[in-house]
């Protein structure tokens, strides 16, 4: 299963850098993305369900991480662990923020992690708490690291040697994860479940187990994905959401809300309104996120 990659190393700005991983760990670990934001006033940003697990490796002050539908759900984080979330957050900073994300395939992640990803679904967490000091010694390396390009280096050894020990997926799930990507999120469980040759209970055991949601809530992130797409591509909201499959524009915006947080209206007003000075979005052909005025 193929999915979207940043480009070769560039460098957006005097903040940010972005690469993609080693060749042989492509599909698998979709890029990497170097940022340093100096102090400044609060800033704030709006991250979208989006399919993807990302792992921030910080090197400076902590951010702060707030459950946009539930906002007294908090956590101070150096570093962050985030699986695949069906629910938007949002991340507060003042001081330096220094460091790389790392974006994979869930698949990819539990490899990596060698834990079920049901253990930190809809969670943000450190990634000591997922493989302990391991990481804290990795961070510091690519803390003294000159420049981005070694760091990201060192990412691919890393990766690709956790990779190599980690365990495998089921086939069956990775076909499933595959054909919910192809369908755009438009293809039901049943159907699923009869190609695995499972029941729909084991299917959704094991996709949850390996991929972090079921397989009906992955979907509903592909299909927010895909109306978000077209409105930035310039579709007024009611044709986007039509051609994202929802039933009508009431049936989309209140799904919308339910994901997000605010309302379709809101969200594109941030998009198209907040300044910013690099790219929103983590990976090409997704829209991952928005800043929020202050």
């Keep these: 299963m193929s999915h979207p990659e940043v480009s070769r190393l560039e460098y957006l700005g005097p903040e940010l850098a972005c690469r993609p991983a080693a060749p042989a760990l492509r599909g698998q670990v979709l890029g990497y993305r170097g ?9 704030r940003r709006l991250m979208v369900p989006d399919g993807v697990v990302k792992i921030m490796l910080g090197f400076g002050a902590s951010l702060r991480i707030v459950d946009a539908l539930r906002p007294t759900r908090a956590a101070l984080v150096a570093s962050l662990a985030s699986g695949v979330r069906t629910t938007s957050v949002v991340g507060e900073h003042y001081g330096l923020l220094y460091g ?19 253990e930190w679904a809809e969670l943000d967490l450190d ?77 959704e055991r094991r996709f ?31 044709l986007a959401a039509a051609q994202a499959g929802y039933h009508d524009q009431p049936h989309f915006d209140r799904t919308f809300k339910n994901m997000v947080g605010c309302t379709p209206s809101q969200f594109r007003a941030d998009r198209t309104t907040g300044a910013h000075t690099g790219p929103l979005d983590f990976l090409p052909n997704q829209i991952t996120s928005v800043l929020i005025p202050g």
Excluded: N
């Excluded at 690519?142 to 020990?165: C, G, I």
């Excluded at 397989?215 to 009611?238: F, I, S, T």
């Design 35 to 43: 940022f340093r934001f100096g102090p400044r006033s609060q800033r």
């Design 100 to 118: 790389v994300t790392v974006m994979l395939t869930p698949l990819a992640a539990y490899r990596v992690f060698a834990v079920p990803m049901t």
């Design 127 to 203: 990634p000591e708490d997922l493989v302990g000091r391991e990481l804290r010694h990795l961070t510091e390396q690519l803390a003294d690291r000159p420049d981005w390009e070694s760091r990201f280096a060192l990412l691919d050894r890393v990766l690709t040697h956790r990779l190599q020990k980690g365990p495998r997926c089921a086939p069956e799930v990775a076909w499933a994860w595959g054909e919910v990507h192809r369908t755009g999120g438009r293809i039901r469980v049943d159907a699923l479940a009869a190609g695995t040759g499972w029941s729909r209970r084991q299917l």
């Design 208 to 238: 949850r187990q390996q991929i972090g949601p079921t397989p009906k809530a992955l979907a509903q992130v592909l299909r927010l994905q895909e109306a978000l797409r077209h409105r930035e591509a310039g579709l007024p909201w009611a």
